[in-house]
C-alpha cells in the first residue's frame, strides 16, 4: 500500500493563508534577529577548553576555582564565563570570551590552573585531561562572520541562476524567497532559544538551503511535465495535481530525514548538537515551506502568467 496515494488536496485554496502565516513568522523572526543571536567564540573570539575530571564535578566547584586565576601577577575572574558539561558530568567544556591584556597561550594557562587547583579529581596524566583546546582572535572571528554570511549569499545567487535557466526566473524568484524564508525563521529560533551560532551551524544552514530546494525543484519540474502532457497553459489545478503527486515523496524524505537527525540530536554529544538542532529546524520548516509557503510563490507566478495572457 502506498502512502497519501493519488491525494486530491486543493493546496492553492491556502496560498493565501500560508503566505500569510509565513510572512508574520519572518517578521517575528526577523524581531528576535534584532535582540541579538548568540554568536559563538567562532566569530566573536575567544578561547574554548575542554577537560576530562577523573570523576563527577559540579559546575559550581570549577566557577569557584575559576574565581581567582593568577597569571603573570594578574586576577582573572572567569567564573562568569560559559561553563557546560560536554557529554558527561566528568566532562566539561569551558568557553572564556577574549580579555584585555590576555597573556600568550591563555587556554593552556587556564588548564594549568584548574589542573593545579582540582588535583583531588584529575588524571594523574596531564594529557588525559585536555579533550580539546582552540582559540579565535576577535579579528579572525570578524572575518570568518564575513565569509560566514558572503557563503550563504553565494549560495542563493547561485541557485538563482540555476533555476532561471533550468526554468523560468518567476520560479527562480519564488524559490529564493522561499530559501531566504527557512533560513531566516531557523535563525530567529536560534535567537529565541538561545542556542550557539557556530561554523557547524553556518554549514547546517547550508545543508537547509539544498534540502528546502530540493522539494521546490521536484514540484517545479512535475508542473512542467504536466504543463506538457496537457499542452495547457499552468493553471491551478496543474499546480494541486502536481503537489498532490509529489506529496509522498515529499513526506517520506522529510520523515526519514527527520528520524537520522532526531537520533543525532540526542545521542550525537555536544559537539555536533547545534547543527543538529539547526536541522532539526530547518526540515520542518523546509517541508511545510514546500507544501505551503512556496505555493505562495507559484501562486505569484501564475497570477503574473495570467496578467500577461
Known amino acids: ?21 509565513s510572512s508574520a513568522m519572518a517578521i517575528g523572526s526577523i524581531l528576535l534577529l534584532l535582540m541579538g543571536v548568540n554568536l559563538g567564540i567562532d566569530f566573536k573570539g575567544g ?3 575542554g577537560v576530562s575530571f577523573s570523576e563527577d564535578i559540579s559546575i559550581e566547584e570549577i566557577r569557584s576555582s575559576l574565581k581567582t586565576v593568577s597569571i603573570n601577577d594578574t586576577n582573572f575572574d572567569l567564573s562568569a564565563e560559559e561553563i557546560k558539561y560536554f557529554g558527561s558530568n566528568s566532562d566539561v567544556m569551558i ?3 577574549t580579555l584585555e591584556n590576555e597573556p600568550e597561550n591563555f587556554g593552556q594557562l587556564v588548564i594549568n590552573h584548574l589542573y593545579g587547583s582540582l588535583n583531588s579529581k584529575v588524571p594523574e596524566n596531564k594529557n588525559d585531561f585536555i579533550l580539546s583546546l582552540g582559540s579565535v582572535s576577535p579579528k579572525v572571528g570578524s572575518e570568518l562572520s564575513g565569509k560566514a554570511l558572503w557563503s550563504v549569499i553565494s549560495a542563493l545567487v547561485l541557485i538563482l541562476f540555476y533555476i532561471s535557466v533550468r526554468f523560468e526566473f518567476r520560479f527562480a524568484i519564488g524559490a529564493i524567497l522561499a530559501l531566504v524564508h527557512d533560513v531566516i525563521i531557523t535563525l530567529g529560533i536560534f535567537s529565541l532559544t538561545g542556542f550557539e551560532i557556530t561554523l557547524s551551524t553556518v554549514a547546517a544552514f547550508l545543508t537547509i538551503v539544498g534540502y528546502s530546494l530540493n522539494d521546490t525543484i521536484v514540484i517545479l519540474d512535475r508542473i512542467r511535465e504536466n504543463m506538457k502532457s496537457s499542452g495547457t497553459v499552468m493553471f491551478e489545478s496543474t499546480i494541486n495535481k ?10 517520506i524524505t522529510s520523515v526519514t530525514t527527520l528520524l537520522v537527525i532526531i537520533v543525532l540530536l540526542v545521542y550525537g554529544g555536544e559537539v555536533i548538537r547545534p547543527f543538529s538542532f539547526t536541522m532539526l529546524v530547518g526540515v520542518i520548516i523546509g517541508t511545510y515551506n514546500a507544501l505551503v509557503n512556496s505555493l505562495g510563490h507559484i501562486g505569484f507566478a501564475l497570477d503574473c502568467l495570467k496578467k500577461e495572457a
Not at 11 to 18: N, Q, S, V
Not at 242 to 249: A, F, G, K, T, W
Open 1 to 21: 500500500m502506498k502512502f497519501m496515494e493519488n491525494t486530491k488536496i486543493n493546496f492553492m485554496k491556502f496560498k493565501t493563508i500560508g503566505f500569510g502565516l
Open 47 to 49: 578561547t574554548a577548553i
Open 95 to 97: 568557553k572564556i570570551k
Open 242 to 251: 502536481s503537489i498532490n503527486q509529489s506529496l509522498s515523496r515529499t513526506l
